[in-house]
C-alpha cells in the first residue's frame, strides 16, 4: 500500500488543480455574466446536479466497497458499471428534463435546459468508473478524472465568454464538454468498452444496486442540504438574490476542498482496512488537522471577505459578503462531517449519516421557507448555516458511538496529529 503521504500530495495537486482552474471559471461567470445571469445558471444547474446523485445510484461507492474488498472480479463489476450506467442515463435526463421545465423558473428557454442536460451521461459514466480505481487504491487515475474535466471548462468557458461573448449559452456549452475528453479516454485507453455486453450478472447487479442504493438516499440527503436554498431562492425570490447567494456559498465550497482531500484517501483505505478500529483512531486524527486549517481559513475569510468578492467578482456582488460571512461558521462545523462520514461511507454503512442529514433537512427547509421571503440570500444563509452545524453536532455524536471511540478522545488535539502527514505514515 502506498503511503499516505503519496497519496496525500498527489490529491492535494489534485484539489489545487480543482480550485484554482474552479475559482478562475467562477470569476468569469461573475465578471462577464453578473448577479442575475449566475442566477438563472445555479438555478439552471441545480436540478442535474442533485438529480445525478440519485441517477448514480452510489455505484461509484458499492463499486469501491465490492472492489477494494475483493467481493467481485473486476471484469464483471465494469460490465455490470456500464449496464446501469445506459438505464440510468436515460431514466435521469428524462426526470431532469421535467424537473427544470416544470419546477424552476429558469427552466422556459429550451436551449439552456437542453445544454443543462448534455453533461449528465458523460459525468454519471466518470462517476461509476471513478469507484474501480478507488476500489484498487490508485489514487493517481482517479484525481485525472477529477481535474481535468474542470481545467476544460475553464479553458471553454474563457472561450467563449470572453472572444465570442456567448454569454449563458456559452457557459453551458463548456460545461457540457468539461467531462467528455475524460469520458472518451476511459472508454478507449481504459477499455471500458469491452465491458458492454447484454449478458447481466444478476447476483452483482442486485448486490451493486442494494448497497448503491443506501449511498444514493444518503448521498441525496447531504446534497438536498447543500443545494436546497438554490431551489428555494428560485422559487421565492429572484434571480438577482440566486446570483449573489450562488457565488458567496461558491467560495465557503474551497474551504471544504480541505477535508475532501483527505476523504478521498480515507474512503479508498477504509474500503480495504484490515482493522477499522485503528483505521477510525487515524480517522479522527485527520479531523483535528481538518478542523483547524479550516478554522484559519474561515478567519481569514471573515477578515478579508469584502476585498476577496471585490477583487474576484467585482462590486456588483457586493451583497454576496454578508451570505459568506453567514455561511462561514456552518462551513467550520460541516468539516466535521466532510471528515468522518467516509470512513463510515467506506465500511459500507453509509445510512448512518441519516441519522443526522434528515433532521438537518427539516430544519433547512422549515427556516428557508421563514426567512427566504423576507431576507432573501441572507435568509437562505442563515438556514444553511444552522443546517449544517445540526448536522455535524449529530453525525458526531454518532460516529463516536458506531467506532466505539470516545467524544472526548476525538475532540481531543495531540501532538502526534500531524504525524501521519508530516512523517507520511501509512493510514
Same mark, same amino acid.
Request: charged share 15%.
Given at each position: 500500500?502506498?503511503?499516505?503521504?503519496?497519496?496525500?500530495?498527489?490529491?492535494?495537486?489534485?484539489?489545487?488543480?480543482?480550485?484554482?482552474?474552479?475559482?478562475?471559471?467562477?470569476?468569469?461567470?461573475?465578471?462577464?455574466?453578473?448577479?442575475?445571469?449566475?442566477?438563472?445558471?445555479?438555478?439552471?444547474?441545480?436540478?442535474?446536479?442533485?438529480?445525478?446523485?440519485?441517477?448514480?445510484?452510489?455505484?461509484?461507492?458499492?463499486?469501491?466497497?465490492?472492489?477494494?474488498?475483493?467481493?467481485?472480479?473486476?471484469?464483471?463489476?465494469?460490465?455490470?458499471?456500464?449496464?446501469?450506467?445506459?438505464?440510468?442515463?436515460?431514466?435521469?435526463?428524462?426526470?431532469?428534463?421535467?424537473?427544470?421545465?416544470?419546477?424552476?423558473?429558469?427552466?422556459?428557454?429550451?436551449?439552456?435546459?437542453?445544454?443543462?442536460?448534455?453533461?449528465?451521461?458523460?459525468?454519471?459514466?466518470?462517476?461509476?468508473?471513478?469507484?474501480?480505481?478507488?476500489?484498487?487504491?490508485?489514487?493517481?487515475?482517479?484525481?485525472?478524472?477529477?481535474?481535468?474535466?474542470?481545467?476544460?471548462?475553464?479553458?471553454?468557458?474563457?472561450?467563449?465568454?470572453?472572444?465570442?461573448?456567448?454569454?449563458?449559452?456559452?457557459?453551458?456549452?463548456?460545461?457540457?464538454?468539461?467531462?467528455?475528453?475524460?469520458?472518451?479516454?476511459?472508454?478507449?485507453?481504459?477499455?471500458?468498452?469491452?465491458?458492454?455486453?447484454?449478458?447481466?450478472?444478476?447476483?452483482?447487479?442486485?448486490?451493486?444496486?442494494?448497497?448503491?442504493?443506501?449511498?444514493? =438516499?444518503?448521498? @441525496? *440527503? $447531504? /446534497?438536498?442540504?447543500?443545494? +436546497?436554498?438554490? !431551489?428555494?431562492?428560485?422559487?421565492?425570490?429572484? #434571480?438577482?438574490?440566486?446570483?449573489?447567494?450562488?457565488?458567496?456559498?461558491?467560495?465557503?465550497?474551497?474551504?471544504?476542498?480541505?477535508?475532501?482531500?483527505?476523504?478521498?484517501?480515507?474512503?479508498?483505505?477504509?474500503?480495504?482496512?484490515?482493522?477499522?478500529?485503528?483505521?477510525?483512531?487515524?480517522?479522527?486524527?485527520?479531523?483535528?488537522?481538518?478542523?483547524?486549517?479550516?478554522?484559519?481559513?474561515?478567519?481569514?475569510?471573515?477578515?478579508?471577505?469584502?476585498?476577496?468578492?471585490?477583487?474576484?467578482?467585482?462590486?456588483?456582488?457586493?451583497?454576496?459578503?454578508?451570505?459568506?460571512?453567514?455561511?462561514?461558521?456552518?462551513?467550520?462545523?460541516?468539516?466535521?462531517?466532510?471528515?468522518?462520514?467516509?470512513?463510515?461511507?467506506?465500511?459500507?454503512?453509509?445510512?448512518?449519516?441519516?441519522?443526522?442529514? =434528515?433532521?438537518? @433537512? *427539516? $430544519? /433547512?427547509?422549515?427556516?428557508? +421557507?421563514?426567512? !427566504?421571503?423576507?431576507?432573501?440570500?441572507?435568509? #437562505?444563509?442563515?438556514?444553511?448555516?444552522?443546517?449544517?452545524?445540526?448536522?455535524?453536532?449529530?453525525?458526531?455524536?454518532?460516529?463516536?458511538?458506531?467506532?466505539?471511540?470516545?467524544?472526548?478522545?476525538?475532540?481531543?488535539?495531540?501532538?502526534?496529529?500531524?504525524?501521519?502527514?508530516?512523517?507520511?505514515?501509512?493510514?
Amino acid at each position: 500500500m502506498a503511503s499516505f503521504k503519496k497519496d496525500f500530495l498527489s490529491v492535494g495537486l489534485s484539489k489545487l488543480t480543482i480550485i484554482g482552474f474552479g475559482l478562475g471559471t467562477s470569476v468569469i461567470t461573475a465578471r462577464y455574466l453578473g448577479p442575475e445571469n449566475n442566477g438563472i445558471i445555479a438555478a439552471l444547474l441545480v436540478y442535474p446536479s442533485i438529480f445525478m446523485t440519485i441517477g448514480s445510484m452510489g455505484i461509484r461507492q458499492s463499486t469501491t466497497y465490492f472492489l477494494g474488498k475483493g467481493i467481485f472480479p473486476e471484469e464483471k463489476i465494469k460490465t455490470t458499471v456500464t449496464q446501469i450506467w445506459l438505464l440510468t442515463s436515460l431514466i435521469s435526463l428524462i426526470a431532469c428534463y421535467y424537473l427544470m421545465t416544470q419546477l424552476s423558473r429558469s427552466g422556459e428557454r429550451l436551449d439552456y435546459v437542453l445544454l443543462a442536460l448534455l453533461p449528465i451521461p458523460f459525468t454519471l459514466f466518470n462517476t461509476y468508473n471513478q469507484g474501480i480505481f478507488l476500489g484498487k487504491n490508485e489514487i493517481k487515475v482517479f484525481n485525472r478524472i477529477n481535474w481535468i474535466p474542470t481545467v476544460f471548462i475553464f479553458l471553454f468557458t474563457a472561450i467563449l465568454l470572453i472572444v465570442f461573448r456567448f454569454g449563458i449559452k456559452g457557459y453551458m456549452i463548456a460545461l457540457a464538454i468539461g467531462p467528455i475528453p475524460i469520458f472518451i479516454l476511459l472508454l478507449f485507453k481504459n477499455k471500458f468498452i469491452d465491458s458492454f455486453s447484454l449478458k447481466i450478472d444478476w447476483m452483482i447487479l442486485k448486490k451493486m444496486i442494494g448497497l448503491g442504493t443506501t449511498y444514493a =438516499i444518503a448521498l @441525496l *440527503i $447531504i /446534497n438536498l442540504n447543500l443545494k +436546497l436554498d438554490i !431551489i428555494l431562492l428560485d422559487n421565492l425570490s429572484d #434571480a438577482y438574490q440566486t446570483g449573489i447567494y450562488a457565488k458567496g456559498a461558491g467560495i465557503t465550497q474551497y474551504l471544504w476542498q480541505i477535508p475532501m482531500l483527505f476523504s478521498t484517501i480515507i474512503f479508498a483505505r477504509s474500503a480495504t482496512s484490515k482493522n477499522e478500529r485503528e483505521f477510525s483512531i487515524k480517522v479522527t486524527q485527520l479531523l483535528r488537522v481538518s478542523f483547524a486549517v479550516v478554522g484559519i481559513g474561515v478567519i481569514f475569510l471573515l477578515l478579508f471577505s469584502e476585498d476577496i468578492i471585490k477583487i474576484l467578482y467585482g462590486g456588483q456582488f457586493k451583497d454576496s459578503v454578508s451570505v459568506l460571512k453567514i455561511l462561514l461558521p456552518g462551513v467550520l462545523f460541516f468539516t466535521i462531517f466532510k471528515s468522518m462520514n467516509q470512513d463510515l461511507a467506506g465500511r459500507g454503512k453509509p445510512w448512518v449519516s441519516m441519522y443526522a442529514m =434528515i433532521p438537518a @433537512l *427539516i $430544519i /433547512n427547509i422549515a427556516i428557508n +421557507l421563514i426567512l !427566504i421571503p423576507k431576507y432573501g440570500a441572507n435568509g #437562505a444563509a442563515i438556514a444553511s448555516t444552522t443546517s449544517y452545524t445540526t448536522a455535524s453536532i449529530l453525525f458526531l455524536h454518532n460516529y463516536s458511538k458506531q467506532v466505539e471511540i470516545p467524544l472526548s478522545s476525538i475532540l481531543k488535539y495531540k501532538r502526534s496529529d500531524l504525524d501521519q502527514i508530516i512523517k507520511g505514515k501509512k493510514i
